[in-house]
């Protein structure tokens, strides 16, 4: 959600502090500061908007000093405004603190303070911790962070510094990951690995009740009680190249044209084509427990939760067991069904939506095994999930979702190929899935090569108001992303249907100004669609349609026409996809919106 960095060694801190924030600018972008150390007292500069803002801020009024803390922004308590932007300063100016997360019962200890005579400047909830620490200081900073944090209820990724104890900076998560990155002579801290890359690989994941004493040359990790923890050293293997634009004008875009090696990427080494299975290392299951699992639950948030969608309609159909799809956010406020002869598969991109990690947290709770279809490596989901099956699909930067999308699905049906051949399915049945899963990188590659068509049909449409998705079995789910992606980033209001559910009501949307997208590859309900969107076409609307074949029957119905190669039908919703991301990216940018940072999101979610 809102990005945390820290530098503590013998250099001035703003530069590696800016460089960070830039980084994970992404994350959160509606205000950023930096506060550091300058020898004598802390000093602070904060701007709303983007980090070009703070930057011009710092061009300004410089600042110099060690050790630094920096923070960019994704509102939750008060508007995006100077005053609301982390950091915050204690009242006597001796403490300053950025924090992700939401501190539930800041009213209370906002009243408490106040009545200490503490004058609070900012609306946000973080402010209370800056004061309470001031107030609990005693001479070391890590005592008193411990001892204002077991007052706290909520969620935290916190960084503190202190002119009272300016060697260290004290760092301390619950609920929104942090990451100490080791440098040489020069320690790091930082929510997401992208903001350190430049300058160390070697990075120790902090777990949630960890507190973290980095000084220059050391560090230590303690938990609440300030007993001393043990963490493990790890090592970033991906490259900055990865987390840059390379050439295209948006990460999104990037990202869309990525797949075909996104989605190799996410089965390499796992396929066994003689066989008709995958190889998943990573799942911790045995042949025992594999047969034993009575049903399956797949929770998720977003775009991972459409994907999931298209994980049950696999499952049901080839591994015939049955599953469920659950939105993470509501799955732990009801009493699902969920036992020991469970698998509950929890698929998030980033490892970290806070709605998903409570979800599988509630299904482990309840006896179900997890496994977690992630793809940070190092995320809070990976590390605490009882098996799992990471994407590789390289980091997602662009708000939207895209190459990680194709590649949960792909996961999907690589577990599902596993699970399936070792109950129901034949292996001349199991060899066709995977030979069309292997072949599926050249189509992605040929579906890009449309992205000329989908831009103009773009430019036609990049007025409307209102859009509708409609797609039947596999490519419901399609259009379900199709219609949030083109939301996300364009604004433009858009709903995703079963087609055949269309006449049951959003019919009446119909007139001569609603575009409506089919998707509607040559597959087994084909036929079916053909008669949707011919009540489309009988009232008005306008048609584009993604399908695979020259088909008579769709003479004359569709007003602009997306050609994509066909697959097998389980397959045919991740080459749809390519055009549906393009056609929202390039809505988008003719709208003139920020397509990667889109108003109001972030990458990753991680307050409830
Ligand atoms: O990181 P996750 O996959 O858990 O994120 C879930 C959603 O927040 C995410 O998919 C969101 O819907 C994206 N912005 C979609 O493009």
């Not at 509102?75 to 100077?82: D, I, R």
């Not at 599926?440 to 409307?464: C, Q």
């Not at 009540?535 to 008005?540: F, L």
């Amino acid at each position: 959600m809102c990005g945390i960095i820290g530098y503590i060694g013998p250099n001035d801190a703003t530069p590696y502090l800016l460089e960070g924030l830039r980084r994970m600018e992404y994350r959160g972008y509606d205000s950023a500061g930096v506060a550091l150390y300058n020898g004598t007292g802390l000093e602070i500069r904060r701007a709303a908007g983007k980090i070009a803002k703070l930057d011009a801020v710092l061009t300004a009024e410089p600042i110099t000093g060690s050790p630094g803390i920096g923070h960019t922004r994704w509102a939750t308590h008060g508007p995006p405004v100077e005053r609301n932007a982390h950091p915050h300063m204690s009242g006597d100016g001796t403490v300053a603190v950025v924090h992700n997360g939401i501190i539930e019962n800041s009213t209370v200890l906002r009243a408490a303070l106040e009545g200490l005579g503490y004058v609070f400047k900012s609306d946000t909830d973080t402010e209370v911790l800056a004061h309470l620490i001031e107030e609990l200081f005693e001479g070391r900073l890590e005592d008193a962070v411990v001892d204002a944090l077991r007052r706290v209820e909520g969620t935290y990724g916190i960084a503190v510094i202190s002119s009272k104890d300016p060697g260290k900076i004290v760092a301390a998560r619950k609920g929104s990951p942090l990451l100490i990155g080791i440098g040489e002579g020069a320690n790091f801290l930082a929510s997401d690995a992208s903001a350190i890359l430049t300058h160390t690989r070697q990075v120790v994941y902090l777990n949630d009740g960890d507190v973290a004493v980095i000084e220059k040359d050391r560090y230590r990790v303690i938990d609440i009680d300030a007993q001393p923890q043990r963490r493990s050293v790890s090592r970033i293997e991906w490259d900055l190249s990865e987390i840059e634009r390379g050439g295209y004008d948006h990460f999104m875009l990037k990202e869309i044209f990525e797949q075909p090696r996104s989605i190799e990427n996410t089965m390499r080494g796992r396929l066994i084509l003689e066989d008709g299975t995958a190889k998943l290392g990573g799942i911790n299951l045995s042949h025992e427990q594999l047969m034993k699992i009575d049903n399956i639950v797949i929770t998720a948030c977003g775009t991972s939760w459409h994907s999931a969608l298209i994980g049950e309609l696999f499952l049901e159909e080839l591994a015939r067991i049955p599953t469920e799809v659950e939105y993470a956010s509501e799955f732990r406020y009801r009493n699902p069904i969920v036992n020991e002869r469970t698998l509950c598969i929890v698929i998030s991109q980033s490892g970290e939506t806070a709605d998903t990690l409570a979800a599988m947290r509630e299904a482990k709770r309840r006896g179900a095994r997890t496994l977690g279809l992630v793809n940070v490596v190092g995320s809070t989901i990976a590390r605490e999930d009882d098996g799992g099956v990471y994407l590789h699909a390289g980091p997602e930067i662009g708000v939207a979702s895209t190459k990680a999308f194709t590649s949960q699905v792909i996961a999907l049906a690589l577990f599902t190929l596993k699970l399936a051949r070792k109950r129901d399915l034949s292996v001349v049945r199991g060899r066709e899935i995977a030979q069309a899963l292997d072949a599926l990188p050249a189509l992605i590659e040929a579906a890009l090569k449309g992205a000329p068509e989908v831009e103009r049909i773009a430019e036609e449409f990049k007025d409307a108001t209102n859009f509708l998705y409609l797609g039947r079995g596999y490519n419901f789910p399609a259009a379900l992303e199709g219609a949030l992606k083109l939301k996300e980033i364009s604004y433009i209001h858009a709903e995703g249907y079963p087609a055949a559910e269309m006449k049951h009501g959003p019919i009446a949307l119909i007139d001569e100004q609603m575009p409506v997208v089919f998707v509607a590859p040559h597959d087994s309900v084909f036929d079916k669609i053909v008669s949707n969107i011919q009540e489309v076409k009988a009232r008005g609307g306008k048609t584009i349609v993604i399908t695979s074949r020259d088909e008579p029957s769709l003479a004359g119905l569709m007003d602009h026409e997306i050609r994509i190669p066909e697959t097998l039908d389980m397959l045919m919703p991740i080459v749809a996809s390519v055009p549906l991301q393009l056609l929202a990216y390039y809505i988008a940018v003719k709208r003139g919106a920020n397509v990667d940072q889109p108003r109001n999101l972030a990458k990753s979610v991680t307050v409830e």
